[in-house]
């Protein structure tokens, strides 16, 4: 294969410990690296990459914080925000409660945060006032905003739950299943949400009729979800492809998925969905990342094999920058806007 993009249009730094993620702040100029050590570490194409010590302890998700910088949550309970310019605030904190899930919709005028604490999911307005703690039957596993922000789905151990962010009166739609769930997704279109489960799985619920959509197979964990632009195709992790499963006519039911880019016995880790065109990103246990075209099936490497797996995979909402993290620290973006 020829030479990657990484060498011809990116640039990579080694943070010295495990990428947990990855989030460009909201204008799409930085991103953040959240590392488990407990730093956030700030990159763009230019310039220096600091890191910040935001957590006493390990950092366990990372997401855009609606002033520009960064949102997070670490073993140490806190949820944080990380300026650009390294500072440092502390959003709440929940003492031995790990906050393991983070998420952010909106804008500094206008939007909300959520995150985890046990089996609370915990939402606070755009200035970081708390709003409401919503209980689950178990620890929220998963936080996913719709794509207008009116409602927020919380995965846990038996299925999901799905609430009306801003609603006078508690109560949420129970979406039941057997089993432990570990992540949530909302289609694009708030056609339905499909959790990744512990027995390398998918499920779904169609929410017009309730009707389940079941999607297995996989030989590893469905760790990562993606949903093209219009939600014609959700991209999942946790088999030695791409796996997309086609979300029109009704869902996948009795429909195969497409596969693209395998590569035998690697197993891929994260995808990202292009925000504006069906092109999926893709990092896999080896390190290597790739672009997928959906239509035309064309592969594109992005990164070459080496550095720890794949563990983190995001694109600035321009559609410009792509960033990925590996286990191993490696950090890298490329830059794919037209020259």
Same mark, same amino acid.
């Given at each position: 294969?020829?030479?990657?993009?990484?060498?011809?249009?990116?640039?990579?730094?080694?943070?010295?410990?495990?990428?947990?993620?990855?989030?460009?702040?909201?204008?799409?100029?930085?991103?953040?690296?959240?590392?488990?050590?407990?730093?956030?570490?700030?990159?763009?194409?230019?310039?220096?990459?600091?890191?910040?010590?935001?957590?006493?302890?390990?950092?366990?998700?990372?997401?855009?914080?609606?002033?520009?910088?960064?949102?997070?949550?670490?073993?140490?309970?806190?949820?944080?925000?990380?300026?650009?310019?390294?500072?440092?605030?502390?959003?709440?904190?929940?003492?031995?409660?790990?906050?393991?899930?983070?998420?952010?919709?909106?804008?500094?005028?206008?939007?909300?945060?959520?995150?985890?604490?046990?089996?609370?999911?915990?939402?606070?307005?755009?200035?970081?006032?708390?709003?409401?703690?919503?209980? /689950? +039957?178990?620890?929220?596993?998963?936080? !996913?905003?719709? %794509?207008? #922000?009116?409602? @927020?789905? =919380?995965?846990?151990? *038996?299925?999901?739950?799905?609430?009306?962010?801003?609603?006078?009166?508690?109560?949420?739609?129970?979406?039941?299943?057997?089993?432990?769930?570990?992540?949530?997704?909302?289609?694009?279109?708030?056609?339905?949400?499909?959790?990744?489960?512990?027995?390398?799985?998918?499920?779904?619920?169609?929410?017009?009729?309730?009707?389940?959509?079941?999607?297995?197979?996989?030989?590893?964990?469905?760790?990562?979800?993606?949903?093209?632009?219009?939600?014609?195709?959700?991209?999942?992790?946790?088999?030695?492809?791409?796996?997309?499963?086609?979300?029109?006519?009704?869902?996948?039911?009795?429909?195969?998925?497409?596969?693209?880019?395998?590569?035998?016995?690697?197993?891929?880790?994260?995808?990202?969905? /292009? +925000?504006?065109?069906?092109?999926?990103? !893709?990092?896999? %246990?080896? #390190?290597?990342? @790739?672009? =997928?075209?959906?239509? *035309?099936?064309?592969?594109?490497?992005?990164?070459?094999?080496?550095?720890?797996?794949?563990?983190?995979?995001?694109?600035?909402?321009?559609?410009?920058?792509?960033?990925?993290?590996?286990?191993?620290?490696?950090?890298?973006?490329?830059?794919?806007?037209?020259?």
């Amino acid at each position: 294969m020829s030479q990657d993009l990484l060498a011809q249009r990116g640039i990579s730094h080694g943070l010295e410990a495990y990428v947990v993620g990855a989030a460009w702040n909201r204008f799409g100029t930085r991103v953040g690296f959240g590392l488990g050590d407990g730093c956030v570490a700030v990159g763009g194409l230019s310039g220096d990459w600091p890191r910040f010590e935001t957590h006493d302890g390990g950092l366990l998700a990372i997401a855009p914080d609606l002033a520009g910088g960064f949102l997070s949550g670490g073993d140490d309970g806190a949820l944080c925000r990380t300026g650009l310019d390294g500072t440092i605030s502390a959003i709440a904190s929940f003492g031995s409660k790990w906050v393991e899930q983070v998420a952010s919709f909106g804008d500094a005028t206008s939007g909300l945060y959520a995150c985890s604490a046990g089996k609370n999911l915990v939402l606070f307005d755009q200035a970081g006032q708390k709003l409401k703690e919503l209980p /689950h +039957p178990s620890t929220v596993t998963g936080i !996913a905003f719709d %794509a207008k #922000g009116k409602r @927020v789905a =919380a995965s846990h151990y *038996g299925g999901a739950s799905l609430w009306y962010a801003l609603a006078k009166t508690d109560n949420p739609r129970k979406l039941e299943w057997k089993g432990s769930h570990t992540a949530v997704t909302i289609h694009p279109g708030g056609d339905a949400v499909v959790t990744s489960m512990q027995e390398n799985a998918l499920h779904g619920w169609r929410l017009s009729d309730g009707q389940h959509m079941r999607m297995s197979g996989y030989p590893a964990k469905t760790g990562s979800l993606s949903w093209s632009r219009h939600g014609k195709w959700l991209a999942s992790s946790g088999a030695d492809a791409i796996v997309l499963w086609p979300f029109t006519g009704g869902g996948p039911m009795g429909k195969p998925p497409l596969e693209l880019a395998q590569i035998p016995e690697i197993v891929c880790t994260q995808v990202a969905f /292009h +925000p504006h065109h069906e092109i999926v990103a !893709a990092g896999y %246990a080896d #390190g290597t990342v @790739v672009m =997928a075209d959906v239509a *035309g099936e064309r592969v594109l490497r992005v990164k070459a094999p080496g550095n720890g797996e794949v563990s983190a995979l995001a694109w600035n909402h321009q559609g410009t920058q792509l960033a990925f993290g590996t286990e191993d620290g490696l950090a890298g973006i490329v830059d794919l806007a037209t020259r």
